[in-house]
C-alpha cells in the first residue's frame, strides 16, 4: 500500500468511498456527522488543489482518503471544557474515510503524518465511537470540544509525536 496525493482523476473513487463512509455511521447510530453530502464535491477539489488531499492506494486502487493540513485550523482556535496539550505548531487530520475493504488504514494515515508534523491533532462528533478507539488507541489525548463551521460540537484530540523535534514540520 501507498500514500499519495489526490488527484481530480481520484474523485469518483473518493466519493464512493465517502457514501460508504456515510452509510456505515448512519449504521453505527451516527447519522447526524456528515449528513447526507458531506464532504461535498467542492471541498475535496480545493483540498486536492491545495496538496492537502490523499489517498491510500494498493493495485491501482484507492482505500481510503484523508486530508492533512499543516499550520493552525481556524476550527481549533477556541477550545472549551480543557486544553490543547501544547501551543506548538501542528498538522491536522480530517475528511478521513474508508472504503471498508482493508483494515489498518488509520495505522498508515498515522505513520504518514506522524512523519511530517510533530503535534497532531484531529476531532470527531460524539457519536463517532470508532474514531475516538482509533485516535485514543493510537496514542491521542482527548482535550475538550471545539466547533466545527457548521456550529456543531466535537471533540477535540491531540498527540504529541515528538517532544523534541528541532522543527515543527518534517
Request: hydrophobic share 35%; glycine share 6%.
Amino acid at each position: 500500500m501507498t500514500i499519495r496525493n489526490t488527484s481530480l482523476n481520484d474523485l469518483p473513487q473518493i466519493l464512493a468511498i465517502y457514501a460508504y463512509a456515510r452509510e456505515q455511521m448512519r449504521t453505527a447510530n451516527n447519522p447526524t456527522q456528515w449528513k447526507d453530502s458531506y464532504p461535498p464535491a467542492s471541498l475535496i477539489r480545493k483540498d486536492i488543489q491545495n496538496g492537502s488531499s490523499y489517498v491510500i492506494v494498493e493495485n491501482g486502487e484507492v482505500l481510503a482518503v484523508f486530508t492533512f493540513i499543516l499550520g493552525n485550523d481556524p476550527t481549533y482556535a477556541q477550545i472549551e471544557d480543557g486544553s490543547w496539550l501544547n501551543n506548538a505548531p501542528y498538522g491536522t487530520i480530517h475528511r478521513l474515510a474508508s472504503g471498508g475493504r482493508k483494515r489498518g488504514l488509520f495505522r498508515l494515515c498515522l505513520s504518514f503524518c506522524e512523519a511530517k508534523a510533530a503535534n497532531i491533532r484531529a476531532d470527531t462528533h460524539a457519536c463517532n465511537h470508532a474514531m475516538q478507539h482509533l485516535l485514543e488507541t493510537n496514542g491521542f489525548h482527548k482535550c475538550g470540544r471545539i466547533y466545527v463551521a457548521d456550529g456543531s460540537p466535537r471533540i477535540a484530540y491531540h498527540k504529541i509525536v515528538c517532544k523534541t523535534a528541532s522543527t515543527p514540520f518534517s
